[in-house]
Nanobody, 122 residues
Framework: VQLQASGGGLVQAGGSLRLSCTTS????????VGWFRQAVGKVREFVAY????????YYTDSAKGRFTISRDNAETTVYLQMNSLKPEDTAVYYC????????????????WGQGTQVTVSS
């Protein structure tokens, strides 16, 4: 599975961005998909996931109430809608997929997109 992450950019604090993670036309429905981020000088951290067949969603505490993960009807794209962005959300955001239950552990994901930069100015 090849993943393409997009939608990053520069936004002021309080603004919104929607990240997209797309496959090369095949359905995502059998895959759990996670979003992770890595700030400069920090380890990659979990942001959110959506389970296979939309069985579940889960967010890191800092994302709860501000971010929403979802799939499109064609199941070829997973979105991360990010609202009320803060400077501490600045990072490269990656999407990842695995043919198994969803998890917060990035080492358990088999497929990764290339990352998209999100920069939030204060």
């Amino acid at each position: 599975v090849q993943l393409q992450a997009s939608g990053g950019g520069l936004v002021q604090a309080g603004g919104s961005l929607r990240l997209s993670c797309t496959t090369s036309g095949r359905s995502f429905s059998r895959y759990s998909v996670g979003w992770f981020r890595q700030a400069v000088g920090k380890v990659r951290e979990f942001v959110a996931y959506v389970g296979r067949n939309n069985a579940s969603t889960y967010y890191t505490d800092s994302a709860k109430g501000r971010f929403t993960i979802s799939r499109d009807n064609a199941e070829t794209t997973v979105y991360l809608q990010m609202n009320s962005l803060k400077p501490e959300d600045t990072a490269v955001y990656y999407c990842a997929a695995r043919l198994n239950y969803a998890t917060m552990d990035p080492s358990l994901y088999d497929y990764w997109g290339q990352g998209t930069q999100v920069t939030v100015s204060s």
